[in-house]
């Protein structure tokens, strides 16, 4: 065995996780040998951007079925149990490891020291062992890089083994399938096989720590992004695919805190991620400026297709999968926070496309009204984009981010509610979909106006006009708003059927309660009673 690269003193896979008769051990390799591992191993191609592309084989996407977690005396009576977090026991885990271990004997492993959680008081220092030069790039990527110093004493927290090329058997390890992503709390280790997709190396450990945060630390950790304005002014943006979270935070007059993953404390918003993992689906430099500038060497692409005969990329090319993506690190975007955290935030906005048409497109909510949305997590899907499809169908996902979350959603709600109680923080709910009819009669609410309202929130030009209250949802909603016409901003009045609009709401509004019922065991007085009233 041969070790190669920068490698912590204390550092002994052997002693640590059990892996020995490895071959090659390369550690804290930089990005440009990686790159070139990954070609000559013949398992990628530079683009014409200079980012290395590659391909993640049979998955290219996360797989939420083929998630578990190991179930023991740290986690039995504290992880939500069910279809998101799924059980698996200590001896199946040593059993997969084991099996895993064999299948890397003589092997080359890239090994990588990072770290999650911009905010020293609440760092996690991270040990990535990858079968793949291209899997530990992406660590590279999207974890913290500790200095050279940090390195030469670094002590791993965590550590995460990921071997695509090994395939589980359901029937001797109990996975599901071949792919698996199993997280152990007590042995502080995520192993991951079958499955060459990097999201689940990322996704894996901000599960992790919305399970220690919040659990132990208390603080409340967020699928959102966030940035800050030049008065230090910090902004939360809460939304499921599709809803703008993104494209809204991403503003030229604000400088970026992180796109993704962030903890809150009393009075700090730090991001957990040393870079970016953007989808690409239709780039181009008009619509997402920053994300196609940061395309360059040291990102890598995901499953994208190549225009005919070049090394040009073709964003547009679903042909291997619409989650076309990018990894980068966060400072390959200039409009950025270093060290990537900011003060607590003065305005949360929670985002959703509503193909209903009924929700406002701006409203300010209560504590309990945010509470009871941050738990629902509404957006909607759009008819038409599934066979029999033929109205909106709502999609609700916890705190806008079930499939990551290891605790009750409602410790996260109440977590939300401590820290906006005694303040001034603004939430808001914004409606990025349809206005004047639910999808295929009304249209899409305009950018332009969605960010004026934003803009106009953040600079306090809200606080200033009047309000009414949408029935049914009990929504505060400005009579007006600067550079947005005052007749959307009501949704009912942009409705010719008024007698359709109360039904579609009543629809919507039931929809709500429904979905609810799974949290009201688990939720307090005080979240329950922010439930659309349902018009009789």
């Not at 709502?394 to 009750?408: E, Q, T, V």
Request: glycine share 8%; hydrophobic share 35%.
């Amino acid at each position: 065995m041969n070790v190669f690269g920068t490698k912590g003193e204390k550092a002994n896979l052997e002693a640590s996780i059990g892996l020995k008769n490895l071959g090659n051990q390369f550690w804290n390799l930089t990005p440009s040998e990686l790159v070139e591992d990954t070609i000559i191993n013949g398992q990628g191609v530079l683009s014409d951007t200079g980012a290395i592309a590659i391909e993640t084989g049979e998955f290219t996407g996360r797989s939420p079925k083929d998630r578990f977690i190991v179930c023991d005396e740290k986690t039995e009576e504290s992880v939500w149990w069910g279809d998101i977090n799924m059980k698996f026991s200590t001896q199946k885990f040593d059993a997969l490891y084991n099996r895993m271990k064999a299948y890397l004997n003589g092997k080359d492993v890239y090994v990588r020291d990072a770290y999650a959680g911009a905010d020293d008081n609440f760092r996690l220092n991270l040990r990535v062992v990858n079968e793949y030069p291209w899997s530990n790039m992406f660590a590279y990527n999207m974890f913290l890089r500790p200095t050279a110093q940090e390195i030469k004493d670094f002590e791993a927290d965590w550590h995460i083994v990921n071997a695509p090329g090994f395939m589980a058997d359901p029937k001797i390890d109990g996975t599901r399938q071949h792919n698996f992503a199993v997280i152990n709390f007590t042995k502080k280790m995520i192993i991951i096989g079958g499955t060459g997709y990097t999201g689940e190396i990322k996704k894996g450990i901000f599960s992790v720590l919305n399970y220690i945060l919040p659990h132990e630390r208390n603080v409340l950790s967020m699928h959102c992004s966030a940035n800050v304005g030049e008065k230090g002014d910090t902004s939360i943006f809460f939304g499921l695919s599709g809803t703008g979270k993104t494209t809204l935070s991403s503003d030229p007059d604000r400088r970026l805190i992180g796109d993704d993953e962030h903890g809150w404390t009393g009075d700090t918003v730090f991001n957990f991620e040393g870079g970016c993992y953007a989808k690409t689906i239709d780039l181009s430099r008009e619509k997402e400026p920053q994300i196609y500038d940061a395309i360059k060497f040291g990102a890598i692409l995901e499953n994208i297709g190549f225009k005919d005969g070049s090394a040009e990329p073709d964003y547009h090319d679903s042909s291997i999968t619409q989650n076309t993506r990018v990894s980068y690190p966060i400072d390959h975007i200039d409009n950025i926070v270093v060290p990537s955290k900011a003060g607590a935030p003065k305005n949360i906005f929670f985002l959703t496309a509503d193909a209903f048409g009924v929700l406002p497109p701006i409203s300010k909510l209560n504590i309990e009204q945010a509470m009871y949305h941050f738990m629902s997590g509404y957006t909607a899907k759009v008819a038409g984009t599934e066979m029999g499809v033929t109205e909106p169908q709502p999609s609700f996902s916890a705190c806008f981010g079930a499939a990551f979350l290891p605790l009750h959603p409602a410790k996260y709600a109440e977590l939300l509610g401590e820290k906006l109680k005694g303040t001034n923080i603004n939430v808001w709910l914004v409606n990025t979909g349809w206005s004047g009819g639910s999808y295929g009669v009304g249209e899409r609410m305009s950018l332009k106006y969605t960010r004026a309202m934003i803009t106009a929130a953040m600079n306090g030009e809200l606080s200033h006009v009047e309000y009414q209250t949408q029935p049914i949802f009990e929504l505060e909603i400005p009579k007006s708003c600067p550079n947005v016409p005052s007749e959307i901003l009501n949704p009912k009045d942009t409705w010719t059927d008024k007698t359709a609009f109360d039904e579609t709401a009543n629809r919507l509004a039931s929809k709500f309660v429904k979905n609810f019922e799974q949290f009201e065991e688990q939720s307090s007085d005080a979240i329950r009673s922010a439930a659309p009233k349902i018009m009789v």
